[in-house]
């Protein structure tokens, strides 16, 4: 005759089952899981350990850096990174909800987001990792633009444009349609090329192609010969067989004496020539998180001289390595405030 002694109404078979289900979900359960035989069921005082991913949300143009630093430091780490491009605007609405742990932005944070950061009692931390400069492509086969001033691109983005054709623009220029392509208005592309180039910030005419992947937006220019549309440098960098960039001039009024144009490289990103297209590019942290390991070990890397490179690997330019030791520095005291 079979016979099964029985634990707490359980018998020891079903015990020893569940343990043995215990033990294979190992990866998903802390080490602090337990049967629990009056229920019949597995349980955990603690969330399963999802926490050792950095998520990161915000601008496509800083997505790039983020993700090439992501990859970098998967390497050297038991770490995960995830990096998704909703936008500047986009991840800001992720970070203020807590949905996010970091937030990439291609303009500053805006006093009204500090003010509602504060609210909700989040203390920020703002890193530069990056420059950019917003760059003004059409299509290669475009033999009659080769550069603009800002006073141009203004008639041509302005809320009340009139400008449809490329004669419109110069009566010497093909009497077709201008195709137009630029970033969406949860970009801070979108946010910084308006207020620079329109003099308002997101004050912009409506009839363009829209989008939040700056991919979309090479496709597009790419695809028309009388296309024209602004894009992050690092996107035209890694696609500069399939697009051209044009020189910008800052002259805004015809009648003034127009100042020099400027191609959009390196050297005048960076030194500041390239203007006023040229802007720096930001992660920011809630000071809160930088207990976790995960988050604060990425940030570490994220200014650290190593990962510099990356910035340029990816088309963009790198920050000088002074402001670099400041973002050190920076991050080692919001460290410290976090520890306490």
Same mark, same amino acid.
């Given at each position: 005759?079979?016979?099964?002694?029985?634990?707490?109404?359980?018998? +020891?078979?079903?015990?020893?089952?569940?343990?043995?289900?215990?033990?294979?979900?190992?990866?998903?359960?802390?080490?602090?899981?337990?049967?629990?035989?009056?229920?019949?069921?597995?349980?955990?005082?603690?969330?399963?350990?999802?926490?050792?991913?950095?998520?990161?949300?915000?601008?496509?143009?800083?997505?790039?850096?983020?993700?090439?630093?992501?990859?970098?430091?998967?390497?050297?780490?038991?770490?995960?990174?995830?990096?998704?491009?909703?936008?500047?605007?986009?991840?800001?609405?992720?970070?203020?909800?807590?949905?996010?742990?970091?937030?990439?932005?291609?303009?500053?944070?805006?006093?009204?987001?500090?003010?509602?950061?504060?609210?909700?009692?989040?203390?920020?931390?703002?890193?530069?990792?990056?420059?950019?400069?917003?760059?003004?492509?059409?299509?290669?086969?475009?033999?009659?633009?080769?550069?603009?001033?800002?006073?141009?691109?203004?008639?041509?983005?302005?809320?009340?444009?009139?400008?449809?054709?490329?004669?419109?623009?110069?009566?010497?220029?093909?009497?077709?349609?201008?195709?137009?392509?630029?970033?969406?208005?949860?970009?801070?592309?979108?946010?910084?090329?308006?207020?620079?180039?329109?003099?308002?910030?997101?004050?912009?005419?409506?009839?363009?192609?829209?989008?939040?992947?700056?991919?979309?937006?090479?496709?597009?220019?790419?695809?028309?010969?009388?296309?024209?549309?602004?894009?992050?440098?690092?996107?035209?960098?890694?696609?500069?067989?399939?697009?051209?960039?044009?020189?910008?001039?800052?002259?805004?009024?015809?009648?003034?004496?127009?100042?020099?144009?400027?191609?959009?490289?390196?050297?005048?990103?960076?030194?500041?020539?390239?203007?006023?297209?040229?802007?720096?590019?930001?992660?920011?942290?809630?000071?809160?998180?930088?207990?976790?390991?995960?988050?604060?070990?990425?940030?570490?890397?994220?200014?650290?001289?190593?990962?510099?490179?990356?910035?340029?690997?990816?088309?963009?330019?790198?920050?000088?390595?002074?402001?670099?030791?400041?973002?050190?520095?920076?991050?080692?005291?919001?460290?410290?405030? +976090?520890?306490?």
């Amino acid at each position: 005759m079979q016979f099964d002694r029985t634990i707490c109404g359980f018998s +020891a078979v079903a015990v020893a089952s569940m343990l043995g289900i215990a033990a294979i979900c190992g990866g998903c359960i802390q080490s602090d899981s337990k049967v629990d035989p009056a229920k019949g069921t597995i349980s955990s005082s603690t969330e399963p350990d999802h926490l050792s991913t950095v998520n990161i949300e915000g601008s496509s143009t800083v997505f790039l850096i983020s993700q090439a630093m992501a990859n970098e430091f998967e390497k050297k780490s038991s770490y995960k990174v995830s990096v998704g491009r909703s936008g500047t605007g986009g991840g800001y609405k992720k970070f203020v909800l807590r949905q996010c742990d970091l937030w990439n932005a291609s303009r500053p944070i805006a006093e009204k987001e500090k003010a509602e950061l504060k609210e909700k009692g989040i203390e920020w931390l703002e890193l530069e990792v990056g420059i950019d400069g917003i760059s003004v492509a059409v299509h290669p086969q475009n033999d009659w633009c080769t550069e603009l001033t800002v006073g141009q691109l203004r008639k041509i983005w302005e809320p009340d444009s009139t400008i449809n054709k490329w004669s419109d623009l110069d009566p010497k220029w093909p009497d077709q349609p201008m195709e137009l392509y630029g970033a969406d208005t949860d970009s801070g592309t979108f946010e910084y090329f308006t207020e620079v180039i329109v003099g308002k910030k997101n004050s912009s005419r409506t009839k363009y192609q829209a989008a939040s992947d700056d991919n979309v937006l090479i496709q597009g220019v790419a695809g028309s010969k009388y296309a024209l549309g602004y894009i992050p440098y690092g996107y035209c960098v890694e696609n500069k067989d399939k697009i051209k960039v044009i020189k910008v001039s800052p002259t805004i009024d015809a009648g003034e004496t127009a100042a020099p144009a400027v191609e959009p490289t390196v050297e005048t990103i960076l030194s500041g020539e390239y203007k006023p297209l040229a802007r720096p590019l930001f992660v920011y942290a809630n000071v809160e998180t930088l207990k976790r390991p995960e988050i604060a070990e990425f940030l570490k890397f994220t200014v650290s001289e190593e990962s510099q490179p990356l910035v340029a690997k990816r088309g963009f330019v790198r920050i000088p390595d002074e402001k670099r030791k400041e973002m050190e520095t920076r991050l080692e005291a919001a460290l410290k405030t +976090a520890s306490k």
